[in-house]
């Protein structure tokens, strides 16, 4: 019988949605048929891996250092096949700046941004003249500290606040109009959802709160841009294995473009990526063995 590792936890602001998502995981290996064992990201963990010697490790990790590259260097250095993406992909997307750079390099929209990495950079901000405006942390996820800003004062107040907390922050143009969102995984593209929320933003309170947000597939033509799109970027950043990628639709410019793209999707039975595979005709079972 093969033998998994479910690593979950650990110390970002998202670790109880990787408790959660390591929890649905590991059940559903349970029932595919295999000895599962699931880790805390801490200390001792290299011993406790060892003791247990498994065939594939499932890191269900949300922030750093498990979705940075972090813990996949480590267990590549321990010698242990890993379900994902590897360290380069990982640190790619985790930060993204970079990950915009390379999109944009590529031709694929993404919003108008600039990057501050330091209190001395506040000038570059001081520029900045498009309103509303987006600031939030260039790393991590579920749009922890994400916020919207409505002029000049309140945009440098809030990138003093996030540098006090992230190494470096994003002051991004935002993007009026539909949000989407579409999953990739074993080599194939799902449905994409149109994420419809009961506020303004689709923030870590609407995504983590039952009933603050509505989620329809997508259909017709707009269906098929969104899975080119993203097909586009998966190709970019040269992910082979799985992602989630968010995106706006500028109905003023009929254009989409690409928020940000996530390595290690949330992995509840009601997270975006298992519900794309339901549409699809999978169970989330199936999704799961898709993914190893």
């Given at each position: 019988?093969?033998?998994?590792?479910?690593?979950?936890?650990?110390?970002?602001?998202?670790?109880?949605?990787?408790?959660?998502?390591?929890?649905?995981?590991?059940?559903?290996?349970?029932?595919?048929?295999?000895?599962?064992?699931?880790?805390?990201?801490?200390?001792?963990?290299?011993?406790?891996?060892?003791?247990?010697?498994?065939?594939?490790?499932?890191?269900?990790?949300?922030?750093?250092?498990?979705?940075?590259?972090?813990?996949?260097?480590?267990?590549?250095?321990?010698?242990?096949?890993?379900?994902?993406?590897?360290?380069?992909?990982?640190?790619?997307?985790?930060?993204?700046?970079?990950?915009?750079?390379?999109?944009?390099?590529?031709?694929?929209?993404?919003?108008?941004?600039?990057?501050?990495?330091?209190?001395?950079?506040?000038?570059?901000?001081?520029?900045?003249?498009?309103?509303?405006?987006?600031?939030?942390?260039?790393?991590?996820?579920?749009?922890?500290?994400l916020r919207v800003v409505n002029n000049l004062s309140e945009l440098k107040s809030s990138?003093?606040?996030?540098?006090?907390?992230s190494e470096k922050v994003l002051v991004e143009e935002f993007i009026e109009g539909r949000?989407?969102?579409?999953?990739?995984?074993?080599?194939?593209?799902?449905?994409?959802?149109?994420?419809?929320?009961?506020?303004?933003?689709?923030?870590?309170?609407?995504?983590?709160?039952?009933?603050?947000?509505?989620?329809?597939?997508?259909?017709?033509?707009?269906?098929?841009?969104?899975?080119?799109?993203?097909?586009?970027?998966?190709?970019?950043?040269?992910?082979?294995?799985?992602?989630?990628?968010?995106?706006?639709?500028?109905?003023?410019?009929?254009?989409?473009?690409?928020?940000?793209?996530?390595?290690?999707?949330?992995?509840?039975?009601?997270?975006?990526?298992?519900?794309?595979?339901?549409?699809?005709?999978?169970?989330?079972?199936?999704?799961?063995?898709?993914?190893?």
């Amino acid at each position: 019988m093969k033998r998994i590792a479910v690593i979950y936890g650990g110390t970002s602001p998202e670790a109880n949605i990787s408790r959660k998502s390591a929890r649905a995981v590991s059940k559903a290996l349970k029932n595919l048929g295999y000895l599962v064992k699931e880790f805390e990201l801490e200390k001792g963990l290299v011993t406790k891996l060892a003791e247990f010697s498994p065939d594939l490790v499932f890191p269900i990790l949300h922030g750093s250092p498990g979705e940075d590259g972090t813990v996949q260097g480590f267990l590549e250095c321990l010698g242990l096949p890993y379900v994902g993406e590897g360290v380069k992909v990982s640190a790619l997307c985790m930060d993204k700046d970079w990950a915009k750079r390379l999109l944009e390099t590529f031709g694929i929209n993404t919003p108008r941004w600039v990057a501050i990495k330091d209190k001395k950079e506040l000038p570059a901000v001081e520029k900045w003249n498009s309103f509303p405006a987006v600031v939030k942390p260039a790393t991590g996820g579920s749009s922890v500290g994400l916020r919207v800003v409505n002029n000049l004062s309140e945009l440098k107040s809030s990138v003093i606040e996030i540098l006090n907390l992230s190494e470096k922050v994003l002051v991004e143009e935002f993007i009026e109009g539909r949000e989407f969102t579409c999953g990739f995984a074993g080599g194939r593209i799902f449905t994409p959802l149109e994420i419809i929320p009961k506020k303004s933003l689709y923030d870590f309170e609407t995504k983590y709160t039952e009933g603050l947000a509505e989620f329809k597939p997508v259909k017709g033509e707009l269906r098929e841009e969104v899975k080119s799109l993203t097909a586009k970027v998966v190709k970019a950043l040269e992910i082979k294995k799985l992602c989630r990628v968010d995106f706006r639709y500028d109905s003023s410019k009929e254009r989409l473009f690409v928020l940000e793209v996530n390595t290690i999707p949330g992995m509840t039975e009601t997270s975006l990526l298992p519900l794309m595979a339901k549409i699809d005709g999978l169970t989330f079972e199936e999704l799961i063995e898709l993914i190893l």
